[in-house]
């Protein structure tokens, strides 16, 4: 499919799933280089990312745990001016390495503000992957360690992201059409 129909808009064809396959098999590489031994803790941030999740803790081969945590701040495509709170961390992470995964980054707002709430729970280290970053919509100092995919500052949805609601279960990467 090179263009599908989400509600009012339409999306164009970004990034195939083979490219976005070969970019986590090589990101996975190297977590499992980087936490060989050292137990870490997955947090995977809900919704958006529980596909690139999914696909990145099926190719990690030591003993790991993972969490699922919700921290909204899109609606539609407006972004949301305050952040909510961290829902769902059950886990203590205290003296844990812990690994964030996230679906994208795009002004980096809500990567700054997990990151701090995270540390004040003294972690032994967090380190964050994603599965796409946008580096010219960067606002904040925010310096993902693995990222499957760079992309243009455009509205994307598929592989687990949305619009409203939808879209989730595209498995290539759409761009919203302007
Ligand atoms: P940031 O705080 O970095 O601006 O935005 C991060 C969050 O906004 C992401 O976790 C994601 O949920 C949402 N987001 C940012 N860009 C996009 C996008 O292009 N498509 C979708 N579906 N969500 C996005
Ligand atoms: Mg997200």
Known sequence: MNSVQLRDKKFDILLPESILLKGIDDVAQQINKDFKDQDPLFICILNGAFMFAAELINRFHSE?????????????LERKKTMREIHGLMENIENRHVLIVE?????????????NILKDKHPASVKIATLLFKP????????PDYV????????VVGF???????GRNLRNIYKIKS
């Open 148 to 155: 499957v995919q760079e992309i243009p500052n455009d509205f």
């Open 160 to 166: 687990g992201l949305d619009y409203e609601g939808r």
């Open 103 to 115: 679906d994208v980054i795009d002004t980096g707002y809500t990567m700054e503000h997990l990151l």
């Open 136 to 143: 010219t919509a960067l606002l904040r100092p925010i310096k």
């Open 64 to 76: 790991c745990e993972i969490a699922f945590v919700r921290l909204k701040s899109y609606e539609g």
